[in-house]
């Protein structure tokens, strides 16, 4: 496996790559130009310059991608989690094209589109609760910064300038850009600290291996009064908001019961903070429902969402808010957000506004939730396997818990023999 993708024994036919290309790329050139001067994102080196460790692909079509020799590959997690209505879907293309034809580009500041306009009103009407004003981005880490800046110029303006802090939860990913990384697992202190100051972090509800030493809901509710004793200890009046993604990704996939955000929601609506949803993975059908929290019986203050908004056809992202949240800018008129952004709003709304309606005329989310039944059904005949400790899942967002025994639930690790034969057939 390469980035999520698996290779399949079928070749290309020469017929086959004339009529998807006017042009036959020269792959070995490609080949070592990409090696001479594009640096590639998340790759140290020695993979880079590896033999097959650098795949250039040249096309796709549905779940399918096809690189520049003629090779197929199984996309296993849609990019980066990202083109959730699949590869070659020519309406969004010509939607793009078109749109770009009439207007590329106008300044978001103190400007917008009509695509952009049209893309808020669609957003707002598909997210749940009174989630009502959009503010555009470019991207998921952007969109996570827009929510930071969002929370704590909201709680100032508020009247409360010392609520400045952001819990979030150890072993997420949120992004990373500077803030977004300082929520993140995924950082590096030695490089790029310090960060940003005034996050602190608290477990996840990891219900198969609670930090609580307890399992299943009660894990949950122990995990969420640990958010309100994190609050507490913090100061109420210091904390602008609380952030965390309704099923957690990188974390390894848990999915909370529904008392674990309804009770999160109520301890940031007695304490004054703002609960952030990072919906940036789990939006747009990929757990089920168009977005994960409604699945979980709550409205968050602010969402955030990038990924699937667009399938991947333009760069583009969003953070929406209540009513209440924005309802400050209204009272106190002569301030504006403090934030802009260059893209923010682009025209390339057009892109999103084509994959949502592909999504719901062909209620992908719902397939999102049979065929999501029928993966999981199947996983689960895996857990008799010695190495298998917990099957898990929402949608079609699952996972394969792999352990070095069921009675310590002690992860396998990436050099065990089973990780390696695992990985050698997906490669």
Request: charged share 25%.
């Given at each position: 496996m390469?980035?999520?993708?698996?290779?399949?024994?079928?070749?290309?036919?020469?017929?086959?790559?004339?009529?998807?290309?006017t042009e036959t790329p020269d792959a070995d050139g490609l080949l070592s130009t990409?090696?001479?001067?594009?640096?590639?994102?998340?790759?140290s080196w020695s993979e880079v310059a590896a033999e097959r460790g650098l795949?250039?692909?040249?096309?796709?079509?549905?779940?399918?991608?096809?690189?520049?020799?003629?090779?197929?590959?199984?996309?296993?997690?849609?990019g980066l989690w990202v083109v959730n209505a699949g590869h070659g879907r020519t309406e969004i293309a010509e939607a793009m094209g078109k749109q770009a034809a009439r207007l590329a580009y106008a300044s978001s500041a103190s400007f917008t589109t009509g695509p952009a306009v049209q893309l808020a009103d669609t957003i707002a009407e598909i997210t749940p609760g009174d989630l009502e004003r959009v503010f555009f981005c470019s991207g998921g880490s952007e969109a996570v910064e827009t929510a930071i800046k969002i929370a704590k110029q909201v709680q100032a303006m508020r009247g409360f300038p010392r609520r400045y802090k952001i819990i979030a939860r150890r072993g997420s990913y949120h992004g990373m850009t500077y803030g977004a990384m300082s929520l993140t697992a995924m950082r590096n202190e030695a490089w790029f600290g310090p960060f940003m100051y005034g996050v602190s972090y608290v477990p996840h509800p990891n219900r198969y291996r609670s930090d609580f030493g307890v399992e299943g809901e009660q894990a949950d509710i122990m995990a969420a009064r640990y958010v309100e004793q994190e609050i507490e200890n913090q100061g109420p009046e210091t904390v602008a908001a609380v952030i965390g993604e309704p099923v957690s990704t990188a974390a390894g996939l848990h999915v909370p019961s529904p008392i674990y955000w309804q009770m999160l929601r109520e301890?940031?609506?007695?304490?004054?903070?703002?609960?952030?949803?990072?919906?940036?993975?789990?939006?747009?059908?990929?757990?089920?429902?168009?977005?994960?929290?409604?699945?979980?019986?709550?409205?968050?203050?602010?969402?955030?969402?990038?990924?699937?908004?667009?399938?991947?056809?333009?760069?583009?992202?969003?953070?929406?808010v209540r009513k209440s949240v924005f309802d400050i800018f209204k009272e106190q008129e002569t301030v504006a957000m403090g934030h802009l952004l260059t893209f923010?709003?682009?025209?390339?709304?057009?892109?999103?506004?084509?994959?949502?309606?592909?999504?719901?005329?062909?209620?992908?989310?719902?397939?999102?939730?049979?065929?999501g039944s029928y993966l999981k059904a199947?996983?689960?005949?895996?857990?008799?396997?010695?190495?298998?400790?917990?099957?898990?899942?929402?949608?079609?967002?699952?996972?394969?818990?792999l352990v070095r025994s069921k009675e310590t639930r002690q992860k396998l690790g990436k050099d065990s023999k089973f990780t390696k034969y695992f990985n050698d057939q997906l490669t």
């Open positions: 390469v980035g999520g993708t698996v290779e399949t024994t079928r070749k290309v036919t020469d017929q086959e790559r004339s009529q998807s290309t990409a090696r001479d001067h594009v640096w590639i994102h998340s790759a795949q250039i692909f040249d096309r796709g079509d549905g779940a399918r991608l096809y690189d520049v020799e003629g090779r197929e590959f199984i996309d296993g997690i849609s301890i940031c609506d007695k304490h004054g903070v703002l609960l952030i949803a990072d919906e940036v993975i789990n939006g747009f059908g990929r757990t089920g429902t168009m977005f994960a929290t409604e699945q979980f019986g709550f409205v968050p203050d602010i969402m955030t969402m990038a990924k699937g908004l667009s399938s991947g056809y333009a760069p583009i992202a969003a953070a929406i923010g709003g682009h025209a390339a709304a057009a892109a999103a506004l084509a994959n949502i309606a592909i999504m719901q005329r062909e209620e992908l989310a719902k397939q999102s939730a049979e065929k199947r996983l689960e005949e895996l857990r008799s396997h010695p190495s298998v400790g917990d099957v898990r899942g929402l949608g079609l967002m699952c996972a394969v818990d």
